[in-house]
């Protein structure tokens, strides 16, 4: 048996001495280069991560250092009881609906309307996309400024139009302006993108049409937007992560008011986080937060992805 | 032996950047990690110049005093030799910044703006019991002794629980009164009498009631004078709970029993919750009744959008911080006037938003030293009288010898070279013990704070009735209570 198996080609061939074969080294020339960024992303990125799951199972004590005491899953316990912070996330994705939706569907409009100016295009453009150079502070400040009842423009132009409130002192008001607020610092980038997306659309495909005497809705329909469709996603992925993490406008313009109803998730963080400093409860926020990101930013890659975009 | 030196090939090259990166890295970091030093002192000869050289950095809220001081630290800096960096920022980020830097283990900031509700009650331990420095003999003592500091103002910014122990020096005293339009009330005084049946006159004697009927008042009858009798800083904000807090406490409600002590010493576990009685709803009542007839912006302003709107002369009264009035002075020279808030059922309340300065418990000996010696400047008299006659503003002072001197005291009446002590007659009325409204101090009073102005906040936009914003404050003030607190 043991000669039969000594007389295997299988197992003759892994007795063969090796020796002549030059050795592999385990982690070659590249992976060393790489070695300095992985503990760079570790240091930043990972250790992080990893501190923030070990705190949203503890409570965090501040005085004399950082020193982490577990809970169990009471914070987790507490955030998936908590009625307020459904609100928050229910707030979160009418914000984020409204912003996306808007901003997709004005962009679009927008970037036709460019496309099909032949003269001060880039002029056109540069102003179209003023809104966007300015940091949301900037806009938070401004719109407050512009919506102040005392001195503020659009104050004046609703209560000419016989509107006789406070547009951010109305739960209604105050989410429609910080949406609107938003909406007008980054139409502009979904117009810029689509517009990029609509001058690959060929030329001679859009002339065939026109000659086949398509009305203009109909090549909307069947020859552009299915051109720019993968272009259109992509600045949907873009706006979507952004607009979960939305944050500064909201905190200059309403600080989450009134009644709790411009308090969305990323604003309950922060309070929770440094207003509160209750650190553990925090972590559990963000990695919820986090979770809800992966999936919508795993929803859209998905979607590029039975399109061969990724690859 | 080589017969020449090997040239370096490209490997050796990225390896010696990469070990040169490496070693300076860890050196850098082992010299961030290693022990700070302590400021040198200079053993005998002048108090005051024993920490000549050190360097002090200073956080504290962008307020009044401080913009004074800031103004106004050559004096210090001559006296001592010791640099002053003095940082401000908003009360929010200042809490933040405080919080981190007790959590850090060492001091960046030394001497720290402490808010008695947001940094004192939350993060005592993290600060030094000053008594430990003024029994120092080699530093020097507080001028006039920490008896002259106004008694009640020491225990609210200064103390926490244990009556002995002083984490901070009384520094400012912001105090909720009631500002009004003196011309316009002198103009209409007499058809305002015929039409109300009463003298609108402000004044303690006043009460709320009087007080809804003269701004509604002013709605009807001076619109080409103002555009509403009276505003508020009814923000989803802090300042919400405060101008909220002057009728709750004079309708008789409280937010814990023995609310007084409460709110005077402190307390780690204050109780239940006791703003679902009848006196608190019946004062909500009355607070959602107010700010129906108050200019609708009431709602978008704290104490600056208040503020502003009472100096560009939108409202013909408003309860807001006395130190304000230097503001308004510059605004409306000679035209507003100053009251103690008027009184409810169970009395008048003036809410006190006073702070100390405290040391950061982080500091190393010598450097507490310093502090020391900042602490004792900027709350001397002599600097409190400098702060009231300071150009880039200034509050009022915490010491009641400053109040005696005789330009002080001359300067309560127009024309005034010192415009907040325009207010001195109703904040001493508003600083007697029975009258001084002073929140809970206890460490988790953020949380609780905005339970409290997020449930108001929902009950001036009509999402609720008095009665459930109270209850809902209530229950989630009692969870966060029963949470405890940690630091």
């Known amino acids: 048996m043991a000669q039969a198996a000594d007389s295997s080609p299988v197992l003759r061939r892994s007795t063969r001495p090796e020796a002549a074969a030059p050795k592999e080294p385990r982690i070659g020339f590249e992976g060393k280069m790489m070695v300095p960024g992985l503990i760079l992303l570790a240091a930043l990125s990972i250790v992080p991560f990893l501190a923030l799951i070990a705190m949203s199972f503890s409570r965090v004590r501040l005085l004399g250092g950082v020193r982490l005491e577990p809970v169990g899953l009471g914070n987790w316990v507490r955030f998936f009881t908590d009625p307020d912070m459904w609100m928050s996330w229910l707030r979160t994705l009418i ?166 109803a411009t308090k969305i998730v990323p604003i309950r963080l922060y309070e929770t986080a440094f207003r509160f400093f209750d650190f553990g409860y925090a972590a559990a926020i963000g990695l919820a937060m986090l979770a809800f990101s992966i999936f919508i930013a795993r929803t859209f890659v998905r979607l590029l992805d039975t399109r061969g975009l990724t690859r | 032996m080589d017969r020449y030196p090997r040239e370096p090939s490209r490997r050796d090259v990225l390896r010696g950047a990469l070990a040169t990166g490496a070693s300076l890295t860890l050196a850098g970091g082992l010299s961030a990690c290693g022990s700070r030093s302590d400021v040198v002192r200079t053993a005998g000869g002048d108090q005051w110049r024993q920490f000549k050289g050190a360097t002090l950095n200073f956080i ?152 809804f009927e003269i701004a509604r008042w002013f ?129 008048t309340a003036n809410m006190y938003g006073g702070t100390g300065v405290a040391i950061s418990a982080n500091t190393l000996p010598h450097e507490r030293g310093a502090a020391w010696l900042f602490l004792v400047w900027a709350t001397s008299p002599q600097t409190q009288l400098a702060n009231l006659r300071s150009k880039a503003g200034g509050g009022t002072p915490t010491r009641t010898s400053v109040y005696e001197l005789p330009e002080v005291r001359a300067a309560e009446k127009r024309p005034s070279p010192m415009p907040n002590m325009l207010t001195a007659a109703a904040v001493r009325q508003a600083w007697q013990s029975d009258r001084i409204g002073l929140r809970p101090k206890i460490p988790m009073w953020n949380e609780c704070n905005t339970a409290i102005f997020t449930q108001l906040s929902r009950m001036l936009t009509g999402s609720g009735s008095p009665e459930e914003a109270m209850r809902s404050i209530k229950s989630r003030v009692d969870r966060i209570v029963a949470r405890g607190w940690v630091a």
């Open chain 1, 95 to 260: 914000y984020f609906v409204l912003t996306v939706g808007l901003e997709m569907a004005l962009g679009l409009g927008i970037a036709l309307c460019l496309y099909r100016v032949l003269r001060a295009r880039n002029i056109l453009l540069s102003l179209v996309l003023l809104p966007m150079f300015a940091a949301p502070v900037i806009v938070g400040l401004l719109g407050r400024y512009l919506t102040d009842s005392t001195f503020g423009l659009y104050s004046w132009m609703l209560r000419s139009l016989g509107f006789s409130g406070d547009i951010l002192g109305s739960p209604v008001g105050a989410f429609t302006a910080v949406v609107l607020m938003d909406v007008w610092e980054w139409t502009p980038l979904i117009a810029l993108i689509t517009l990029a997306g609509l001058s690959g659309v060929p030329q001679s495909v859009r002339e065939a049409a026109a000659v086949d005497g398509a009305p203009g809705w109909m090549t909307l329909r069947y020859i552009v937007f299915p051109a720019i469709s993968n272009v259109l996603l992509v600045a949907l992925l873009i706006r979507s992560m952004d607009a979960i993490r939305y944050f500064d406008i909201i905190w200059v313009t309403t600080n989450g008011g009134p009644a709790d």
């Open chain 2, 60 to 211: 504290s809220e962008n307020t009044a005093p401080t913009a004074a001081i800031a103004a106004n630290i050559r004096p210090f800096v001559d006296l001592t030799g010791i640099s002053v960096n003095i940082v401000t920022l908003e009360l929010t980020a200042l809490v933040q910044r405080v919080a981190l830097d007790l959590a850090s283990g060492r001091a960046q900031y030394q001497v720290v703006y402490a808010d008695p509700y947001q940094v004192l009650a939350p993060y005592q331990r993290g600060l030094v019991d000053l008594r430990s420095l003024q029994a120092d003999p080699a530093l020097p003592d507080l001028p006039g002794g920490i008896t002259d500091f106004i008694p009640t103002q020491l225990d609210a910014a200064g103390r926490f629980i244990d009556p002995g122990a002083v984490y901070a020096l009384p520094y400012d005293a912001p105090t909720m009164i009631w500002q009004y339009r003196r011309d316009l009330f002198d103009r209409y005084r007499s058809r305002m009498a015929n039409d109300l049946g009463f003298d609108p006159t402000p004044g303690g004697d006043r009460t709320w009631e009087e007080y």
């Open chain 2, 219 to 347: 709605n009807k009858n001076a619109t080409s004078d103002v555009k509403y009798g009276t505003g508020h800083q009814a923000r989803q904000h802090d300042s919400l709970m405060n101008d909220f807090s002057n009728v709750l406490w004079s309708y008789g409600g409280d937010y814990f029993d023995d609310g007084k002590e409460v709110g005077r010493m402190g307390s780690r576990d204050p109780g239940p919750c006791r703003l679902d009685s009848a006196a608190a709803i019946a004062g909500a009542e009355f607070y959602n009744r107010l700010l129906g007839i108050a200019d609708p912006a009431s709602r978008t302003w704290d104490w600056d959008g208040v503020g502003a709107a009472f100096r560009a002369g939108q409202l013909a009264m408003c309860p807001n911080w006395h130190e304000y009035a230097a503001s308004n002075e510059e605004v409306l020279p000679g035209k507003v006037d100053y009251a103690p808030l008027p009184k409810g059922p169970a009395g």
